[in-house]
């Protein structure tokens, strides 16, 4: 049998000029050029100074500074934070995805149930309105809940009896604290992809299951949550490409220079942040840097293999 004519149309469709492609979708090219040119200047054109982590840097003499080899990652792996500010890291945000994860996929499912356009709108305005809110604010409104002497929360457990606590001294309450302000701050966000992704299923499969008497928990467990996996798979794999990066704005914010909670709430970012400002080193935070991205580059393309042998239809990649 001749397949010439396949062979001719797989050819053609090979060769597609790129430029054409793009000036035939130039809109929404033009859409992503921001995000494009943002990528480029600060994801690639500052790949070079990566060297930085390899030199004992000077800034007279710029990229010409002496090659220390490995003596930065060693002075960094030989503190007593190394370990510290990696478990922290993780820990913090594993938290994070899981709880983060769960309240969002929640949210969602609860809105995608309301059937009052009004109260939906004000619900869905009312949990967005967190996220817009800065970290600082939020760190101030926290110390007016939180504060040993003027705290909202300290002066109902008087009132009841108790003793007042002082938070900002006690540091096994914090990773419970990071984790509500975290939630509250980015589930009724991240909510609105979920709920995106459940209202692109197709109706007539929810009134098939009601017709055979399906009540609504079984339509959300047995129909809702299984179409949901591929979104909750690739959200989670883009979650733990990140898992090594603090969210720096929250930590710096709420803890400020507290050494008492440090040990416990002490990131990669702010770490660097205080490494650079105390140190002046350059070359030392760069390493620090560099390591964080080593490993969650390691944890995403480990997490996606994962997926891509267990559940393909969820893998990035």
Do not use: C
Request: aromatic share 16%; no cysteine; hydrophobic share 50%.
């Amino acid at each position: 049998m001749d397949n010439t004519p396949v062979k001719v149309a797989a050819k053609k469709h090979r060769l597609v000029n790129p430029f054409a492609e793009v000036w035939s979708k130039k809109f929404l090219y033009l859409l992503a050029l921001p995000a494009i040119v943002y990528t480029f200047i600060y994801g690639y054109m500052t790949l070079p100074y990566i060297v930085i982590a390899f030199q004992k840097f000077h800034y007279k003499t710029g990229m010409a500074s002496p090659f220390s080899g490995l003596d930065n990652f060693s002075s960094f792996f030989r503190s007593s934070w190394a370990w510290a500010v990696t478990r922290n890291t993780l820990v913090i945000n594993i938290l994070f995805l899981i709880f983060g994860t769960v309240f969002a996929i929640l949210l969602a499912l609860l809105l995608n149930e309301i059937r009052g356009k009004a109260f939906l709108k004000v619900t869905q305005s009312a949990m967005l309105f967190p996220y817009f809110i800065s970290w600082v604010i939020v760190s101030y409104m926290l110390m007016g809940i939180l504060g040993t002497e003027s705290g909202m929360l300290n002066r109902v457990i008087q009132r009841m009896g108790g003793e007042r606590i002082n938070f900002y001294a006690t540091p096994r309450y914090w990773y419970p604290i990071l984790m509500i302000l975290n939630i509250w701050k980015y589930a009724g966000y991240n909510s609105i992809i979920y709920l995106a992704a459940i209202t692109g299923i197709d109706e007539s499969i929810y009134e098939a299951a009601a017709i055979d008497g399906a009540t609504r928990f079984k339509r959300v467990r047995y129909i809702t949550l299984p179409l949901l996996i591929p979104t909750i798979s690739i959200l989670t794999l883009m979650s733990i490409g990140r898992i090594f990066y603090g969210d720096f704005g929250m930590m710096y914010a709420i803890i400020r220079d507290n050494s008492t909670l440090m040990p416990i709430t002490e990131v990669i970012d702010t770490y660097v942040f205080r490494t650079f400002k105390n140190t002046g080193n350059p070359s030392l935070t760069m390493a620090i840097g560099l390591y964080q991205s080593i490993v969650g580059f390691i944890l995403v393309f480990v997490s996606n293999r994962l997926v891509r042998r267990y559940y393909p239809e969820g893998a990035l990649f």
